[in-house]
């Protein structure tokens, strides 16, 4: 068993996006390879309406999938096959964009005024960049949760995860995505395949992300450990944490409990040519789909 190091953790940086929704971005936009297969991470919790209403209107996506997953509050959702609906709190909708769709998605927050949720893209490979436009909508109740003696849960949205599966099924990144809360003061180890790229989002309390052969007791601090950097940071609300190569990662809880999600996944490894929501392989086809929107063949059916 080796222990993955964290080699970052960095804070979620506010980001104005869509027709003006104030989130916070964990990445996205910059090096595509760094977390490869999955190429963006948005935090759209909010406290207000007038800073999530405006939403995100009709846009295109072509050569991705987005996977949103709602805490709390209401995502209206339609698109350019017809479909409508309402993502509602503890739902997910996983999308595979493939050759083309058209959507919007607009935040409606709960009675309280509060939408909390999150966003990841995750990239397909060549083979699948222009395949059938798909939608996997889950509820709630069909997520299952495990639940330790120690009082450890975990929500398994996509993958396997001790012994239980998540509903989500036959994504091409071959995910894995957690949601994990960890009572206050408890210690615990994850197995994670060596394959993946990994990272934590911590969203609730904190915790020390740390190398399991070195003491956990020193918090807030930063250090370099030969040629490595072990970041033994109390990571608090909106952090990401990426993790280096390795099978398993270590957690300990801070006083107030933590909760985060832990997302991996296998890399794909090909060339990202990235336009707003489209990401293909080459610049030749980010052209193809700009003249596909302009021609109103984008969304298409396949011939
Ligand atoms: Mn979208």
């Known amino acids: 068993m080796s222990i ?28 595509p390879t760094e977390l490869d297969p999955f190429l963006l991470f948005d935090d759209f919790r909010n406290e207000d309406p007038a800073y999530f209403q405006k939403g995100f209107p009709w846009h295109p996506h072509r050569g991705i999938e987005t996977i949103t997953y709602v805490l709390a509050g209401t995502v209206e959702h339609s698109d350019s096959l017809g479909n409508t609906g309402k993502l509602g709190a503890g739902s997910v909708q996983w ?3 493939g050759r083309g769709i058209l959507h919007q998605e607009m935040p409606l927050g709960n009675a309280k005024g509060q939408m ?14 222009m ?8 509820a709630a109740q069909e997520i299952p ?3 330790d003696d120690d009082g450890t849960r975990v ?12 509903p989500v099924e036959g994504i091409a990144a071959d995910p894995q995505y957690l949601d994990i809360s960890i009572p206050a003061g408890v210690k615990k180890t994850f197995r994670i395949d060596t394959y993946r790229r990994a990272f934590a989002y911590v969203f609730e309390g904190q915790a020390a992300f740390a190398d399991a052969s070195q003491p956990t007791g020193v918090l807030l601090e930063k250090e370099v450990m030969g040629q490595e950097v072990n970041i033994r940071d ?45 990401v293909m392989n080459t610049q030749d086809e980010i052209r193809q789909a700009i003249a596909d929107l302009r021609n109103g063949t984008f969304v298409a059916p396949a011939h």
């Open 4 to 31: 993955r190091p964290v080699v970052e953790a960095r804070s979620a940086k506010p980001t104005l996006e869509g027709a003006g929704v104030h989130l916070h971005r964990a990445f996205g936009f910059q090096d």
């Open 95 to 97: 999308m595979t964009a």
């Open 116 to 129: 909390h949720g999150f966003q990841l893209w995750g990239n397909l490979p060549s083979s699948m960049k």
């Open 131 to 138: 395949t059938d436009p798909r939608y996997q909508d889950v």
């Open 145 to 147: 949760e495990v639940i």
């Open 155 to 166: 929500k398994v949205i996509v993958g396997e995860f001790w012994g239980k599966k998540g």
């Open 234 to 278: 109390m990571s608090g609300d909106r952090t990401l944490i990426r993790f280096g190569t390795g099978d398993e990662i270590t957690v300990q809880a801070g006083p107030e409990g933590v909760r985060f999600l832990l997302i991996s996944g296998a890399p794909i490894e090909e060339p990202v040519a990235w336009h707003g929501p489209i």
